[in-house]
Every structure is written in C-alpha cells, then in structure tokens.
C-alpha cells in the first residue's frame, strides 16, 4: 500500500535528526482532525519546543494513540556542517520511502535553504523521477497538519529521557547515514 511522508528536524548538540512520520492514505483525514482539535484557541499550530512540559506530556500520550509510525535519521555535525548532515539524512529517507511506495513527501518550509532539499531529491529519485510516482513539496507547518507530528517526535527522541520513551512506540527504525 502506498503511503505519506511528512518530514520535520530538530537539531541538538552535535545530532541532526530528521523524521518522517509515514501514514497510510486512508488515515490522513481522521489524523489530520484529531491533531486540529489539540490545538488551543489561538494557536495556528502545535510546535513542541514552546510547550511547556504538561502540554507536552498530554500532547505526546495522544500522539503515541494515532494511526502512524516514524523513522528517525540522525547524523552528527556541528553548526557548520548542519546542512551536509540533513541532506545526508534526507536522502536516506527518500531512498527509504521509496522502498515503502510513497506517493507523496510533504517537508516543513525552511524557505531559502529549500533549494538544498530540493537538489537532494532530485538526486535521490534519479533520472526519471516521474517512474517513482512520488511527488514532494515545502510546506509551512500551519499549513499541514501532519508535520506537527514530526516536530513532536523528533523534539522527544532528541531530548531522551522520559521524552524519548513517551514517544517509543511511534518510532519503528533509527538510521544513522
């Protein structure tokens, strides 16, 4: 069965992870609700590191509850070499993805330094992208949903701890490139 991608980053210390949170075509709806109606009056968007712990706590155990499953890409670095280490983790996951079918792979926006996902695509789906079926885009987090769970996900297993193991059950593979 084809699935969906959504990727998100975070960075800690000298650890660069990116996950992509995979969910199944007939799942997306009811997700994408479930995570909307988590969001407090205001709020455009759940974004992990400016919750405070209680919310993160309750926002977490729901999460750990929903139809989907994550695989983590971590590569080490430091500031300078950031962005080798994500596009070495990106183009393992696309190369993964692959392997599972995806038809589509949404990324969390980072505007200008976009131009660098977009290179590693192209070169991890080949010559003739158009034989994979998948098709990929930016997004702004506002604007979908399902990156909020990889933002999550990513802020917990980066943090360890008490965080990493709330979060466990969702995380079904950890490469490191």
């Known amino acids: 069965m084809p699935v969906h991608g959504f990727i998100d980053e975070s960075v800690r210390d000298d650890h660069y992870l990116i996950c992509v949170t995979v969910v199944e075509p007939a799942k997306l709806v009811p997700t994408r609700k479930e995570l909307q109606h988590l969001l407090l009056p205001g709020e ?3 974004h992990f590191r400016k919750e ?5 706590r309750q926002l ?6 929903m139809p989907v499953c994550a695989r983590l890409y971590s590569a080490t670095c430091t500031r300078k070499t950031e962005e080798s ?4 983790c990106l183009f393992s996951a696309v190369t993964d993805l692959l392997g599972l079918r995806a038809h589509r792979l949404v990324l969390d926006t980072r505007d200008d330094r976009n131009a660098h996902d977009k290179q ?3 070169r991890a789906l ?3 992208p158009s034989a994979t079926e998948m098709t990929y885009e930016h997004l702004d987090s506002t604007a979908e949903p399902l990156l909020w769970l990889s933002d999550a996900i990513a802020w917990c297993h980066g943090a360890g701890g008490e965080w990493r193991r709330r979060i466990a059950p969702l995380v079904t593979t950890i490469i490191r490139p």
């Open 44 to 46: 455009r968007e759940l």
């Open 52 to 56: 405070k712990p209680p919310r993160r």
């Open 60 to 65: 977490a155990d729901r999460m750990k509850a």
């Open 85 to 88: 280490a994500r596009q070495a």
């Open 120 to 122: 590693t695509l192209r």
């Open 126 to 128: 080949g010559n003739r």
